[in-house]
């Protein structure tokens, strides 16, 4: 039987938990809270992330990451884009030499402007194929309600990312392969990024078409920077970009746009930040792909623009009129 070890009992790390169960693996979920160990072992719940979500009974949880890496043929990476480093520093020695690395974070690292993969190749000192990526349109709470849904697992060894999808494949839950993992990883970074711009201009009041237009541009700037950086066209229209852009940027389930909702209704940043639970990556990471895409020397005025709003003070409603103003050009600019 095919063992995992999934770090993280957030809400993803949790549902993707239940989703390798559910497709036949023997799951081990590390936490660093003893609470939610406790609760998933003896009321197969997770109440604090998912309430009222039953765990299958392949899915246990220890707080000693020894014990979740025994025997592991995947480690599943769960945490906090920013604290990866880390965590992953502290885990390294326990994880099998054979076991292959997964990330499900969307973030790019502060100072460094790494993407994830690189971070674990680097921390772990690991080749690329032994590293592999799912991203896609996986709202964590629909998942964990078994709601049909579809994403992308990424990895430079297309063996590898085949015995992934076959790990995580079920009825509800569908994984397309990609050797594509810099597009894969930049599309769940930076969606996060325009699904703040977008959910600031719901806070405003703005409409449809508005949101429409950021998403849309928002894609494009997305694209550039993939180009720029070697990946794949395609890549953005699929599942781990337009797909999880929509997802993103359109649910009242996703962390990143109701954090920007709140900002754009006039709280500030600390109030934001209080208001909520769980991490919403857009938050730090809009920073890191700023820094990114100046390394590259490529234009992102909309990323740009959530920075200056959510890190340097600008108003919304200035940032607003300053987009608006920026000087006309073709749309392939």
């Not at 690395?101 to 969307?106: A, D, I």
Request: include cysteine.
């Amino acid at each position: 039987m095919t063992r995992a070890a999934v770090y993280g009992t957030g809400s993803w790390g949790t549902a993707f938990a239940m989703v390798l169960a559910d497709a036949g693996c023997d799951v081990t979920l590390w936490g660093r809270r003893p609470e939610p160990v406790e609760a998933v072992n003896t009321t197969r719940e997770n109440p604090e992330y998912l309430p009222g979500v039953r765990l299958p009974a392949a899915v246990r949880a220890t707080t000693d990451p020894a014990e979740a890496a025994r025997g592991a043929d995947f480690a599943v990476l769960a945490v906090p884009s920013q604290t990866l480093r880390g965590n992953l520093a502290g885990w390294v020695g326990v994880l099998p030499r054979e076991s292959v690395l997964v990330s499900l974070m969307k973030g790019i690292e502060l100072g460094t402007a790494k993407r994830m993969s690189e971070v674990i190749e680097e921390v772990a000192d690991v080749a690329p194929g032994r590293v592999a990526v799912l991203s896609g349109p996986n709202l964590a709470p629909e998942i964990a309600e078994r709601q049909p849904a579809a994403s992308v697992v990424a990895c430079r060894d297309e063996s590898v990312a085949r015995r992934l999808q076959a790990a995580c494949h079920t009825a509800y839950f569908r994984p397309y392969t990609n050797r594509d993992v810099v597009g894969c990883e930049l599309g769940g970074a930076v969606k996060n990024v325009i699904a703040l711009a977008v959910g600031i201009a719901d806070g405003m009041g703005l409409g449809d078409n508005t949101k429409a237009s950021l998403m849309t541009r928002g894609l494009a700037e997305t694209t550039r920077l993939g180009l720029a950086m070697g990946a794949d066209a395609l890549t953005f229209a699929g599942l781990a970009g337009m797909g999880d852009l929509i997802a993103t940027c359109s649910s009242p389930l996703s962390r990143n746009h109701t954090f920007g909702t709140n900002l754009g209704r006039g709280m500030t940043l600390d109030e934001t930040i209080a208001a909520t639970r769980q991490t919403a990556e857009g938050v730090k990471s809009c920073r890191s792909v700023l820094d990114l895409a100046r390394r590259h020397r490529v234009d992102m005025p909309l990323t740009e623009t959530v920075v200056g709003i959510v890190h340097g003070g600008t108003s919304p409603q200035a940032a607003v009129e300053e987009l608006m103003a920026r000087t006309a050009k073709a749309e392939h600019h």
